[in-house]
Structures are given as structure tokens and as C-alpha cells.
């Protein structure tokens, strides 16, 4: 994700994102990351171009239909 697009998402405000893709160790053409954007990147794999952080998957709802990032700090 792009830190711009989750600082200060909360429970009572999330910060809605869309899903453009999954990353793996060792993947090639890698998508990039846009504003609202974000990317399922798998334990050992490069963050995306335009990516700054990594949201653990359990403050999502796993990108099944909105992705909201809740609970940064």
C-alpha cells in the first residue's frame, strides 16, 4: 500500500483500497501500486513499484470485497 492512502484508517473509518493483483517470491512484472491501490504480497516477495508498507492481512478483509486496512499505527 501507499502509506498516504492508509494514515489514520481506523475501525470506525477504514480506509478502502482495491486489489490489483498478488506478488510471490521470485515474481517477475511485478503490478504497480497506484493511489486507493494495493497488492497480496506473499511472505518473501519484493514489494511492488509504488508500494511503501505491507498491511497484515488480518487488518483486512483479505481483498474479498473492498479491502478495508483498519488498526495502523
Known amino acids: ?3 498516504a ?3 489514520g484508517a481506523t475501525e ?3 480506509a478502502v ?3 490489483i493483483g498478488d506478488v510471490a517470491a521470485g515474481a ?6 497506484g493511489p486507493g ?5 506473499m511472505t518473501g516477495a519484493p514489494l511492488p513499484p509504488g508500494a511503501e508498507a505491507v ?7 483479505g481483498g474479498t470485497g ?3 486496512a483498519t488498526g495502523m499505527s
Request: proline fraction near 9%; charged fraction near 25%.
Open 55 to 61: 498491511v497484515p492481512v488480518e487488518w483486512t478483509d
Open 28 to 33: 517477475d512484472g511485478l503490478p504497480e501500486v
Open 17 to 19: 483500497l482495491t486489489v
Open 66 to 68: 473492498g479491502g478495508a
Open 37 to 41: 491501490q494495493a497488492a497480496r504480497i
Open 1 to 3: 500500500v501507499r502509506v
Open 5 to 7: 492512502d492508509v494514515a
Open 12 to 14: 470506525e473509518f477504514p
